[in-house]
T-cell receptor
Framework: DSGVTQTPKHLITATGQRVTLRCSPR?????VYWYQQSLDQGLQFLIQ???????AKGNILERFSAQQFPDLHSELNLSSLELGDSALYFC??????????????FGQGTRLTVV | GEDVEQSLFLSVREGDSSVINCTYT??????LYWYKQEPGAGLQLLTY?????DMKQDQRLTVLLNKKDKHLSLRIADTQTGDSAIYFC???????????FGKGTRLSVIA
């Protein structure tokens, strides 16, 4: 158990809908990262939050957004869903001090299926 | 942008050594990682190496880094069926930046 909790584990929804994925980082970790894993694209970085603020942005679509709350949990919002959004969405957390190696721990992922 | 490349498949016999290779493009990479993903599971950190190191050994795992060629490898000695998984190489610019992953190498161990 990595200590990173993602809910729900599975989600099936229709095209055009909106969903929210939730991540609780390990206790004490300030950085949260979201990744999308699909068969053709591999593991793609979406966005990172550090202590409540957006820190880095990757290949995140405009239809997607995220936030990190004061208690450090994070939510990834996916809207106007398309079939191609079906993927495994991972959250990872790290201490994120910036001056030393900070191991990233991954959650089990949320499998999103858009039908 | 940064890129990390891996071969997609590797098949070895039980008891043999496995070598999974990875190349990366970011010359500023500070940390390089190997993660393992078993079916239906998340990513598990196996090992990592700092860019100022050439080699790191951890039980059955040996990581070799050729910084000049931007080449990283993971050797698994005495490969077991339980090692069957997808192995991801990742690099990181500093301790607080996102990891850039390769597409993963699917290791199949034949009994």
């Amino acid at each position: 158990d990595s200590g990173v909790t993602q809910t729900p584990k599975h989600l099936i929804t229709a095209t055009g809908q909106r969903v929210t994925l939730r991540c609780s980082p390990r206790s004490g970790d300030l950085s949260v990262y979201w990744y999308q894993q699909s068969l053709d694209q591999g593991l793609q970085f979406l966005i990172q939050y550090y202590n409540g603020e957006e820190r880095a942005k990757g290949n995140i679509l405009e239809r997607f957004s995220a936030q990190q709350f004061p208690d450090l949990h994070s939510e990834l919002n996916l809207s106007s869903l398309e079939l191609g959004d079906s993927a495994l969405y991972f959250c990872a957390s790290s201490v994120g001090t910036g001056h030393m190696n900070t191991e990233a721990f991954f959650g089990q992922g949320t499998r999103l299926t858009v039908v | 942008g940064e890129d990390v490349e891996q071969s997609l498949f590797l098949s070895v016999r039980e008891g043999d050594s496995s070598v999974i290779n990875c190349t990366y493009t970011d010359s500023s990479s500070t940390y390089l990682y190997w993660y393992k993903q078993e079916p239906g599971a998340g990513l598990q950190l196996l090992t990592y190496i700092f860019s100022n190191m050439d080699m790191k050994q951890d039980q059955r795992l040996t990581v070799l880094l050729n910084k000049k060629d931007k080449h990283l490898s993971l050797r698994i000695a005495d490969t077991q069926t339980g090692d069957s998984a997808i192995y991801f190489c990742a690099d990181q610019n500093s301790g607080n930046t996102p990891l850039v992953f390769g597409k993963g190498t699917r290791l199949s161990v034949i009994a």
